[in-house]
């Protein structure tokens, strides 16, 4: 081709160039940043109203974004649950409160927006001796192609004596330590259960059960694992 001669590029050919250009962005922003504004807590305390805080969210690679602290007396209960994402809980001797992390992991998207996190409830809050931690999808999150979910994981750190609910809808659940009644439910991942003393009622779809050291009856249920 001379030199001034004039051509044009196909429309199909420039959009899909475009498309690459933001996907590359896209991809550099978000290995880029490690935090992103406008993540919501909801708290409610035992006798007061419910109080909001506005934070940052960190990948879970990195600090717990959120870390709450609630003390209990003799025989606590704790109920967790979050639609994607793991649970760990494990005992620590002598612990006289209930200590719950959050970590968030947002997903890749290439249309990514903090907006996203308007899409979920997250709350704790204790009633009594009973301490709730849980994420709750107002609706679906479906990112850019369908993908882009956040992933909320919890980690918490209890006494001895506890009774537990424990469910995941994909994610794995770890339990180790406790004794009392618990349940646990998980969903697209495993369950792992240490040092356990009491009766425990676990069920798995799409993962498999393991316990050690179990003094109680279990009741395990397992689809797919």
Do not use: C
């Not at 919501?40 to 969210?57: P, T």
């Not at 899409?119 to 679906?140: H, M, Q, W």
């Not at 918490?156 to 180790?176: C, R, Y």
């Amino acid at each position: 081709m001379k030199y001034g001669s004039k051509y044009s590029i196909r429309p199909e050919i420039a959009s899909f160039r475009v498309l690459l250009a933001l996907l590359a962005w896209g991809i550099a922003m978000t290995a880029g940043a490690r935090t992103l504004p406008g993540f919501y807590f909801l708290k409610a305390g035992g006798a007061g109203g419910i109080e909001s805080s506005e934070g940052q969210i960190q990948s879970s690679g990195g600090d717990p974004y959120l870390v709450r602290e609630f003390p209990v007396q003799g025989e606590a209960a704790l109920s967790v649950s979050t639609p994607n994402g793991d649970i760990e809980v494990n005992s620590v001797k002598g612990l006289d409160r209930i200590r719950v992390e959050l970590y968030v992991e947002r997903g890749f998207a290439l249309w990514s927006s903090n907006k996203s996190m308007d899409n979920y409830r997250i709350t704790t809050l204790k009633r009594g001796n009973s301490v709730v931690a849980s994420v709750e999808p107002l609706k679906k999150d479906a990112g850019f192609w369908g993908i882009g979910e956040m992933k909320f994981s919890f980690v918490v750190s209890v006494p001895e004596s506890l009774a537990s609910d424990l469910s995941t809808m994909a994610g794995k659940i770890h339990l180790s330590g406790v004794q009392g009644k618990q349940l646990i439910k998980s969903t697209g991942g495993n369950i792992t259960l240490s040092d356990i003393r009491g009766p425990v009622i676990a069920q798995a779809a799409g993962g498999d059960i393991v316990a050690d050291g179990l003094r109680g009856v279990l009741k395990a249920d397992t689809k797919g694992g």
